[in-house]
């Protein structure tokens, strides 16, 4: 942890501070960011637990507000030296219009590069994501890939899309002179599948299986390994990156970094097991009990379902011709670039990240029952 003998002196802003990774980024910065003076939370839906926060000798400024709306942005961003810009719609379930995610997602990210130009503020840290190189439409596997692997990342999907449009937003803005005359700095940071405490697909996964007598049926082959990481690790390297952008902006800036740690590469129903399976579920079947075409009509006929009962209700399951696509290509990173840059190494190891997601699951049960 970096020491800082000067008086604390920064202002910082997390948009999206309220949702899974936000809320962990937020703390992480309150425990491990010692230039800390003024911490602003921008979300378009502020969480109760911001309250707890509010007695610490950081000031943190809850601002409810809305990324496609410049001017609440330009409003947020004044007067702030970071911006950690992690506010999105993350939808693959078809929740969102394809037009609603590209508003949030790339409008807004546009917003807040504007705004940041507008108001003088320099460092621009964009929590992209191991989407916006693949999985491919085409299926094809990224195997302990890193930045430089080169993949056809070939997108159909709003959500994708909308996160490659926005990094590439970001990157083309690093060196932008901002108000003062000082140039923007600004990275991207690409976690694969982010799991902890607060993962809503964990949850719902969770609440499925309890349906279902305590067993999940599995649907993906074992072979088929997704890369995941630690939702403490991933706010660690968001901290850090925004400490160490200003000192190496000719090493980070224009930069991707995707986020890591130790955690195992398994196929994502069986990483899933890791937690669940101390929580009292199984999974039924040392290989998919159906066969894939089977899957592929199933999730048709949900999208088809979703289609006809959309303007009666949300029909949204977790299995969609896309999730179904993503879960079965195998996307798993090995890299150290962000340790060569900027001297990350993960701050909670396997063991704990397993830990400690397994008690948050273990704390839904306590509160199911
Ligand atoms: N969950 C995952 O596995 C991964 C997530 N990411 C990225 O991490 C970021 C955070 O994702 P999560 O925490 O999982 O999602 P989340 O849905 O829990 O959090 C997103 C937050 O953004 C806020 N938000 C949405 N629209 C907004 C708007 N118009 N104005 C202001 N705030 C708005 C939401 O209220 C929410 O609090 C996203 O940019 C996502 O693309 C990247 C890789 C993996
Ligand atoms: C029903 C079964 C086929 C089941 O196994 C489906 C799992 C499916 C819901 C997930 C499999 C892979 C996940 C995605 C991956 O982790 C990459 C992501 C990155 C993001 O930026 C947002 C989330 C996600 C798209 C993630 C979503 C859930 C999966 C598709």
């Avoid at 798993?332 to 190891?349: D, M």
């Amino acid at each position: 942890m970096a020491e800082s003998a000067e008086a604390p002196k920064l202002v910082y802003l997390v948009t999206g501070g309220c949702g899974f990774l936000g809320e962990h980024v937020v703390r992480m910065l309150l425990e491990r960011e010692p230039r800390l003076r003024e911490l602003r939370v921008f979300d378009l839906h502020l969480s109760p637990w911001l309250e707890e926060l509010k007695t610490g000798p950081v000031q943190v400024t809850a601002i409810q507000g809305d990324v496609t709306q410049a001017h609440e942005v330009a409003a947020a961003v004044s007067g702030a030296h970071v911006v950690i810009h992690t506010a999105g719609l993350v939808d693959v379930f078809g929740r969102a219009s394809p037009e609603t995610i590209h508003k949030v997602n790339v409008q807004g990210t546009q917003n807040v590069i504007e705004a940041c130009v507008q108001m003088g503020t320099r460092l621009l840290v964009y929590t992209s994501s191991m989407e916006v190189v693949g999985p491919n439409i085409k299926g094809h596997p990224f195997y302990r890939g890193n930045e430089d692997t080169p993949y056809e990342a070939v997108h159909k999907h709003p959500y994708p899309h909308s996160k490659a449009q926005a990094e590439r937003l970001v990157l083309e803005a690093n060196g932008r002179k901002v108000h003062g005359g000082l140039p923007l700095v600004t990275c991207a940071l690409r976690p694969t599948g982010i799991y902890g405490e607060g993962h809503q697909i964990m949850r719902d996964f969770y609440h499925q299986g309890l349906r279902l007598g305590g067993r999940l049926f599995r649907a993906i082959p074992a072979s088929v390994e997704h890369g995941r990481v630690y939702v403490g690790n991933v706010a660690w390297m968001h901290v850090l990156v925004a400490r160490e952008l200003e000192q190496r902006a000719a090493l980070m800036g224009g930069q991707v970094y995707f986020c890591y740690d130790k955690s195992p590469y398994k196929s994502y129903e069986d990483f899933n097991m890791e937690f669940l399976g101390p929580c009292g579920l199984r999974l039924v079947g040392t290989r998919p009990l159906l066969p894939y075409w089977l899957l592929v009509l199933l999730a048709a006929l949900n999208a088809l379902l979703q289609w006809l009962l959309r303007p009666l209700l949300l029909y949204a399951p977790l299995l969609n011709p896309y999730t179904l696509a993503v879960a079965n290509t195998t996307f798993t990173v090995s890299t150290n670039k962000a340790q060569r840059h900027f001297g990350y190494e993960p701050l909670f190891s396997w063991e704990e990240s397993r830990t400690r997601t397994i008690l948050w699951v273990q704390g839904m049960e306590a509160s199911a029952q």
